[in-house]
């Protein structure tokens, strides 16, 4: 494993999708399709966070190092791009919340019977729980869907 711990990001509002797949991938992604402009400039300056933007005039208005500009179309080509210029498919990181970046902490079984679907209980045994907004994972959800991704993603970029 690499020492060098993955950059944290904020990605912009052209980046939803690819945001929340970076989560998915354990990788600290802030969006919000409400911050404007100025804003993401000042949390990235402040959070130390890459700024992945579509947006040329953006780009070019971050100081050196604290942008990049995605050139891909697709959400599923950009998030190979990010993976890449990055380096992100050799860190193995815990996924977080693809709705809102909290991290996933496990949570036993017994304690999610209310909280799933019965069939996702009676066919699962692991869960997460988001530290923040409290949605649960199980593997059988885009948790298994997202390996499968990166495992994809590392077999081309290898
Ligand atoms: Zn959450």
């Not at 944290?8 to 991938?25: C, E, I, P, S, Y």
């Not at 404007?36 to 579509?54: G, H, M, P, S």
């Not at 045994?125 to 530290?131: I, P």
């Amino acid at each position: 494993m690499t020492s060098v711990p993955p950059p944290r990001f904020a990605a912009d509002v052209m980046l939803g999708k690819t945001a929340k797949w970076l989560r998915m991938l354990g990788v600290d992604t802030f969006y919000d399709n409400k911050a404007n402009d100025a804003d993401l400039q000042t949390l990235c300056l402040r959070e130390v966070r890459v700024l992945l933007t579509k947006d040329v005039a953006l780009h070019a208005a971050m100081p050196a190092g604290t942008s990049r500009l995605v050139e891909a179309v697709h959400p599923r080509e950009q998030l190979r791009e990010i993976v890449s210029a990055f380096h992100l498919d050799r860190s193995a990181l815990p996924p977080r919340c693809s709705l809102c970046n909290g991290e996933l902490a496990a949570i036993e079984k017994e304690m999610v019977g209310e909280l799933v679907p019965p069939y996702v209980f009676r066919t699962q045994d692991l869960f997460q729980r988001c530290s923040q907004c409290h949605k649960i994972y199980w593997q059988g959800t885009h948790l298994g869907k997202i390996n499968k991704f990166i495992e994809n993603i590392r077999k081309f970029s290898g």
